[in-house]
């Protein structure tokens, strides 16, 4: 059993294909806890995004409703974006992001303590996302996008951009509440 990791990790699922087409396993607990799946599933969600360049994000739930997150990428591609908010940590407010497509196969494991979001690199793009804990509107939190303290190099113009997300404070006036 691999040892969980400390941080976000690059999930790649394997189609069985055949002449019907192809099968992939999307979640599979066992296996995801070898990473850090921290328990059952709480909740699966499904979100299109129409326009490339369209930005999501980036949100995270308030302590004790921290949430890990699977983010499964169905059609399309997107930079998705991990942000480690962990007070104490080392690498606090620095990122990882990585392409995923439905192409690749690819999923992104967001733990708990990190702040999630994504740009679209195609248009019509779905996610699916694996919650292991509950949505909790009143532990909503976000960061801004366009932080200057993330320094996150969005690759493309933002087109769609949520009125919230846009609201965000900046973590120099008090935007983090992890
Ligand atoms: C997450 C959630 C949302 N909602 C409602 C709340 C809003 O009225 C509406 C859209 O929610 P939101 O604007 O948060 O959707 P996104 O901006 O796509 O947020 C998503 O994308 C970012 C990148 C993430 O990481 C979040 O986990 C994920 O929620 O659905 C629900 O009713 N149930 C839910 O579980």
Request: hydrophobic share 45%; charged share 20%.
């Amino acid at each position: 059993m691999p040892q969980a990791a400390a941080g976000p990790v690059l999930v790649r699922r394997s189609p069985h294909r055949d002449a019907r087409g192809a099968f992939a396993r999307i979640f599979c607990a066992e296996a995801l806890a070898g990473i850090g799946w921290p328990g059952p599933v709480a909740q699966i969600n499904h979100s299109l995004t129409a326009r490339r360049g369209s930005v999501r994000g980036l949100h995270y739930q308030k302590p004790p409703h921290a949430e890990a997150k699977l983010v499964v990428c169905i059609r399309g591609a997107v930079l998705d974006v991990a942000v480690d908010i962990r007070p104490g940590s080392p690498t606090r407010h620095r990122h990882v992001a990585a392409e995923l497509s439905a192409e690749a196969g690819t999923a992104l494991y967001v733990p708990e303590g990190f702040a999630h979001g994504f740009q679209t690199l195609t248009d019509d793009v779905e996610l699916i996302y694996v919650h292991s804990a509950p949505y909790t509107p009143a532990a909503e939190a976000g960061l801004r996008h366009d932080d200057p303290a993330l320094g996150i190099a969005w690759p493309l113009a933002v087109a769609d951009l949520s009125e919230r997300d846009a609201s965000f404070p900046l973590i120099e006036q008090g935007g983090l509440q992890a």
